[in-house]
Each structure stands twice: as C-alpha cells, then as structure tokens.
C-alpha cells in the first residue's frame, strides 16, 4: 500500500519479530502486534497480539488477544495430490468471545490466505534475491525454512515432465 497517498483512508500497521525454536528446529516462532486506524486514529477493538507457532510447513498455530478475549486459531495445510491442498482453519475461543468478532477473524484470515496465494501462484524462486534493511526476516525465514526441502523434493518441472495432471 502506498502510504504516501492522501487516499489512504485505513491502514493496517504491525510489528512482527520472527526467530526460529532454540529446541525444536522444526518450529519458528513469529511475535506479531497489529492494529488498524481510520484517518490517523485507531479504530476501537482493532488491536490484536499475535504468538504464532509455525510447526513445519503445514501447522500453525496463533495464540491471539484481542479486545474481545483470547483464543487459537489452528490453520492446518493438507496435501491432496501435487500442486493441490486443502486447507483447514480451526478457531477456539474463550467461552466469553462473541459470535461476530470470531466471525470477522476468520473471515479476515480466509482473505490474507487468498492474499497469499495470489502471491505463491505468481512467485518466483531468486536465490539471491534484493531485499531491504526492512526484509531482514524474509531472509531469516527462507534459511530456516530449507530445511523443509530435500534433493527428492518434487519440482513444478519435475510434476510437468511426468504427469499431464498438473
């Protein structure tokens, strides 16, 4: 978003620090503080605080406060064949956690995750790729993450020369 623009009405500011498990290399740890604002001022009950548990590639947990009490949303990613995933978001709440809100959240995380997917449909491996002081934690994020990743992990190329089901 350009925030330079005198159309920008809303904005949504965040923080995130990201490190990955001292003890269970497999897990990567993001602290996240977001809250939106309307013309400059914060819009009430917008404040959110995020622990986020990433546990390998598929599982995520995010441990949230918000104005409306505390809860987990579980958001777990299940291969069904290549190049396709089903994916499953869990939201538990505090017996206390209104209807609506959890309602807005989930539909909050259901948009970022198109978000997202507009972006994986459209990325591009770069190995070297131009980052900024700012993009510090891409950088952190893609080592940890290649631990994921084997000399047998399959390619788009690999899925295209041995299969027209792609």
Same mark, same amino acid.
């Given at each position: 978003?350009?925030?330079? /623009? ?13 490190? $990955? ?5 497999? =897990?990567? $740890?993001?602290?996240?503080?977001? !809250? ?12 959110? *605080? ?19 009490? /505390? ?6 990613? =299940?291969?069904?064949?290549?190049? *396709?995933?089903? =994916? ?15 309602? !807005?959240? =989930? ?29 510090? !934690?891409? *950088? $952190? ?11 047998? *992990? ?7 020369? $041995?299969? !027209?089901?792609?």
């Amino acid at each position: 978003m350009d925030y330079t /623009s005198y159309l920008n009405f809303v904005t949504h500011e965040w923080q995130p620090e990201w490190e $990955r498990d001292e003890h269970r290399p497999h =897990v990567g $740890r993001i602290k996240l503080s977001q !809250l939106t604002k309307f013309c400059g001022f914060e819009v009430p009950f917008s404040r959110i *605080s995020l622990d986020i548990e990433q546990i390998g590639p598929a599982t995520v947990h995010l441990h949230l406060k918000t104005w409306f009490g /505390s809860g987990v949303l579980l958001q777990h990613i =299940v291969p069904e064949g290549p190049l *396709s995933h089903r =994916v499953i978001h869990l939201l538990y709440t505090e017996p206390t956690f209104r209807q609506l809100p959890a309602n !807005l959240l =989930v539909m909050a995380e259901a948009t970022m995750l198109e978000r997202d997917i507009a972006v994986w449909n459209n990325k591009k491996f770069l190995r070297n790729p131009i980052l900024l002081r700012e993009d510090r !934690l891409i *950088s $952190r994020y893609r080592r940890w993450y290649q631990q994921f990743y084997s000399s047998n *992990s399959p390619t788009l190329q690999n899925l295209r020369e $041995r299969t !027209l089901e792609w």
